[in-house]
């Protein structure tokens, strides 16, 4: 018997409506549901209510019902355990989630009956140093930055090699899967979902020569604030504000040991999905 874990948004699933029929799929595929204990609760299904950290530790593989940011965060969390994942996309871009609510049965026939693609996504490390608290590692699946707050001037190094000082909103560096997040907004390169880079680029830059640099996944790349700005800036993984920075902070950005494994059981490839979802066009 299959053991899949359930994990709603309860933003995006208010009254675990989504959760409900999932655990209706699930039962009748003859899995073992291991769901988030609120949703448990709410529904009348206290036998399969299980911990959070034990789904993600003993589960056979994990359902998360959202949108992006629920597969941000519960595939980092997933990848620490290999984990794979699965989205159903309640929200509105769904971008890294593989069905919709009325494709969610045949999706999990799928996986089931071994019909599905794992897909890798690299991972970021992330070690920030302040003056104030010393050093705090964090991991992001998308994105690390410095952004959310004030103007700042940032240095760039690769591997210890002086790139250049950015004078604007900040700086991000985004492993392949968050180039359709964040720094795509900001005017970055869409890198392909298995690739071995990153891409290091400005926000807002006060510089008409400033565009974005990709460099190898196995580069190290450091930020680092050379002035004091006039109102608080942040280091930010994957949209969350960690912790403010100041000057003469810096923090150390490396591909993580972790990756994150993302079920796909959709036949469309990455550039499909790409002019699906990023350009509102169906195939032809």
Known sequence: MKRVGVLPNNRKDENYNATKEMTKVLLKLGCLPMISE?????LGFEQYATRDDMIYRESDFIIA??????MLSAGKRAARYNTPIMGVNLGHLGFLTDCNIQGMEVAVKKVLSGNFKLEKRMMLQGDIYTSKDGKKSVVGLNEVSISRGSISDVGVFVNNEYIDDFFGDGIIVSTPTGSTAYNLAAGGPILKSDAKMLAITPI??????ARSIVVGADDVVKLSVNTAPRHRIFAVVDGQSICPIENRDYIIIRKSQYCASIIKTGDLGFYDVLREKMFGRGGR
């Open 65 to 70: 019902l959202g949108g992006d940011g629920t």
């Open 204 to 209: 807002c830059p006060h510089k008409l020569h």
């Open 38 to 42: 609120n949703a448990a609760e709410a």
